[in-house]
């Protein structure tokens, strides 16, 4: 069992957490939401002792933690160098390779470096080192970001079946409904529990709005009644008695009003995203002749062939290595293909969003990066930034001091300050809240252009409403 009490952790100013307390254990199964910032990932890395406490305590008995952050990095080693190095005796490997088969992770070559890996084949490893330390309970944060289709459906049965705690921090709210029985909802630096899962909770905390906010208004009717009984007993012609009346009054106003205020619920939400587009429906968008690409004698994909015109809204999918960003990245002219000819429509305005953002200075502060990068008038920047949820507070603040959440919604804030014909995106909901997260859901299901998106969250695609499917597997693409 973990238990904390009276937890606070400050950084700079105001407390992240304040005297947030709680219990976990008995193999639940826990999803963490919250708004970017609110201190999900602060909460896990205090668990974890990789972060000390302000003020409070928090105590471990017989409990073992296994933690998956959501930013990790590997040492420059061969794949099969490093999963040996995690094996304390020569007989795991039997469980490494059970890991490795159940995680679908056998699509490596073990002398291939690790840093070749793609991003969710990392993710992948990263798990197989912290599973086979067998820990008790098991942390951590945002486990799908890079994990394909088929590894999240096996993950979500993995987890469901774990007998052991399981505490996770996640934006997808498909995957939060497959998996836990308990949601904890960090807001205003406490944890509000809801038991049940995501849609369970949604549900639940709309009836907790409402009794709020009625709880509030019931405040406000009190409220005048005793000012207007101040007001009346002023009125009072015998002195004596209008003193006692007016000093009763005022110690009720206290008790009954100061002292136990109430506020309207209110949500901060990042504002509507809308991109304009006049290219005409059918107008030819992006083609592939006969593209291959290789690196080395690794052969990612070879001779693909699609278009996609104006207007149509295109899912490309498939598992982690199979070459999705590779695609995106050579429309781009980020990579050069092996062989094969790609057209790009003419006259079209392109936008792209990358998995990595690699356009964002981090050593410069919000507003400076956000200028250069695009091009904004200075007395403008901040008033496009303030729809993002950026105050005048945050806009000399360096970036690196950003939490992985407030990067991305960041980065989709230089993405969305121009129009485009053609949205290139990939994987654009990693690391958003969910609330934002069906922000660009809104957007991109109104946008009239056309749509090229990679993406492993089911319940973003659905909502947006594809009309196109192409499933990237072994070298090929297939279309539905």
């Known amino acids: 069992m973990i238990s904390g009490k ?49 003020s409070g305590t928090i105590t471990i008995e017989d409990e073992s933690i296994g933690y998956i952050p959501q930013e990790f990095s590997f040492p420059d080693q061969m794949v099969g160098e490093y999963i040996e190095s995690l094996l304390d005796e020569e007989w795991e490997i039997y469980r490494a390779e059970i890991l490795i ?99 369970n909770y949604r549900e639940e905390k709309l009836k907790l709005i409402g009794k709020w906010n009625q709880e509030y208004i019931e405040f406000l009717k009190k409220k005048s009644q005793l000012e207007k009984l101040l007001e009346n007993v002023h009125k009072i012609k015998d002195g004596k008695k209008r003193g ?6 005022k ?33 030819l968008m992006i083609r592939f002749d006969s593209v291959s690409k290789s690196y080395g004698k690794n052969e990612v994909f070879k001779n693909l062939s699609f278009e996609v015109r104006g207007g ?4 490309l999918f498939g598992p982690n290595g199979a070459g999705k960003s590779t695609m995106v990245k050579l429309i781009m002219g980020e990579e050069k ?71 991305a919604r960041y980065a989709f804030a230089i993405f969305a300050y121009k129009d485009y014909d053609l949205l290139i995106l990939d994987e654009p909901t990693n690391h958003l809240d969910i609330d934002t997260t069906e922000i660009i859901e809104e957007s991109l299901r109104n946008f009239r252009g056309t749509l090229f998106l990679v993406s492993h969250d089911r319940f973003f695609v659905e909502r947006i409403g594809m009309t196109k499917v192409v499933n990237l597997v072994d070298g090929s693409l297939r279309e539905y």
């Not at 304040?18 to 008995?26: C, H, P």
């Not at 490596?108 to 992948?124: A, C, H, N, R």
């Open 337 to 407: 293909m092996s062989s094969g000819e790609i057209t790009l429509g003419v006259n079209i305005k392109v936008g792209y969003f990358a998995q990595k953002q690699t356009n964002i200075d981090s050593s410069k502060d919000l507003l400076t990066n956000f200028l250069e990068s695009t091009g904004c008038d200075y007395d403008k920047g901040f008033g496009f930034l303030r729809k993002y949820m950026f105050e005048k507070d945050d806009l000399k603040r360096p970036i690196k001091f950003l939490s992985p959440g407030q990067r």
């Open 6 to 54: 009276n937890i606070t952790k400050t950084y700079i100013g105001d407390p992240v957490l304040e005297n947030l307390e709680f219990t976990m254990g008995n193999n639940h199964k826990i999803g963490i939401v919250g708004r970017n910032g609110c201190g999900k990932t602060t909460l896990l890395k205090l668990i974890a002792k990789e972060e000390d406490l302000t």
């Open 251 to 283: 110690k009720r106003i206290e008790r009954e009003v100061t002292g136990s205020a109430k506020e309207r619920y209110t949500t901060k939400k990042m504002a509507k995203v809308n991109f304009a587009s006049d290219v005409s429906k059918h107008k």
């Open 244 to 249: 006692k009346a007016i000093s009763s009054a």
């Open 101 to 199: 088969k159940q995680l679908k992770f056998d699509n490596y070559d073990p002398y291939q470096e690790i840093k070749t890996l793609s991003e969710g084949q990392k993710m992948k490893l990263k798990m197989i080192e912290v599973l086979l330390q067998d820990p008790t309970i098991l942390m951590i944060d945002e486990p799908t970001n890079h994990l394909d289709i088929e590894g999240i459906f096996w993950f979500e049965k993995y987890i469901k079946h774990l007998p052991k705690t399981v505490v996770m921090i996640s934006h997808d709210r498909e995957f939060l409904n497959n998996t836990v029985d308990e949601i904890w909802e960090i807001e205003n630096k406490k944890i509000i529990r809801f038991v049940g899962d995501y849609d």
């Open 312 to 315: 149509e809204k295109v899912w």
